[in-house]
């Protein structure tokens, strides 16, 4: 970046979130005009039948830091943030987030990821490192996103406590090296493949502790499909990508 300041991209994959978006570009255009960022915003939309994507073209008509890809139906936040990546990279992003649209992703933490990138890869919002954690939960739901996080740190061996965090800043060269077209994952098993296949090629990884919020308008795009998909992804990354790491080791 040549001691300019990065060009941040945040990302937010959307599908009925017209309740929220106006809000959330409106609050992320004051944190970047209050920290200097020099921030754009895009908005995936997965043909939202609630009108989001019209929303997000009247924002971006009246801001050119607003950006919109449409997509034809709802595949997936993997499917989606893969074509946001590329969208990203191609507009001259230095830094590219990952952010939820309905405010469980505080957008007053957009400034620390994006200052803790000067020293990592790939930074991560974490819940699950001292001063992180979650609100408006209930036990049940705690213990699941606990458990799960455990269960992927444990299979896939790897020093990283909140692996199924969505709250995330790459710097370009790590998507650039990527496989994109390789990552499998279609619904929040994504979280755990990226940040997987990034400490497989060395990339630096840090985490920065957050506050995650329940959202409090809309619906949660939460379900046993998405679960289970992420469950069952978490061996199959081990047995196939680590081998490949043993073989290369000569393991």
């Known amino acids: 970046m040549s001691g300019r300041a990065p060009v941040v ?4 994959p959307t599908y009925d979130e017209a309740d929220n ?4 570009a409106g609050a992320l255009s004051a944190v970047f005009a209050r920290e200097g960022i020099d921030g754009h915003l895009l908005v995936i939309d997965d043909g939202s039948p609630d009108g989001t994507g019209a929303i997000a073209d009247r924002l971006a008509a009246d801001d050119p830091r607003v950006h919109v890809l449409h997509r034809a139906a709802k595949s997936g936040i993997g499917p989606a943030y893969r074509d946001g990546f590329r969208t990203a990279l191609a507009g001259g992003a230095d830094l590219i987030m990952e952010m939820d649209c309905d405010f469980s992703h505080d957008p007053g933490d957009v400034p620390r990821l994006v200052a803790a990138a000067t020293d990592a890869d790939l930074v991560l919002g974490s819940r699950y490192v001292p001063g992180g954690g979650v609100s408006d939960w209930g036990l049940v739901r705690r ?3 606990r458990g799960g996080c455990l269960y992927a740190r444990l299979v896939l061996g790897v020093p990283v406590e909140d692996l199924t965090g969505g709250f995330k800043c790459f710097r370009r060269e790590v998507l650039e090296a990527l496989p994109l077209d390789e990552v499998s994952a279609r ?3 994504f979280q755990i493949e990226m940040t997987y296949r990034a400490l497989l090629m060395g990339f630096r990884v840090t985490e920065v502790p957050i506050t995650f919020s329940d959202r409090e308008m809309g619906r949660s ?3 046993r499909g998405i679960v289970l998909e992420a469950a069952t992804l978490v061996p199959r990354l081990r047995l196939r990508l680590g081998r490949g790491r043993r073989r290369a080791s000569g393991a």
């Open 9 to 12: 991209w945040v990302c937010i």
């Open 21 to 24: 978006l106006e809000r959330m």
């Open 143 to 145: 213990a699941i996103s």
């Open 187 to 189: 619904g929040y098993g």
């Open 221 to 223: 795009k939460m379900s």
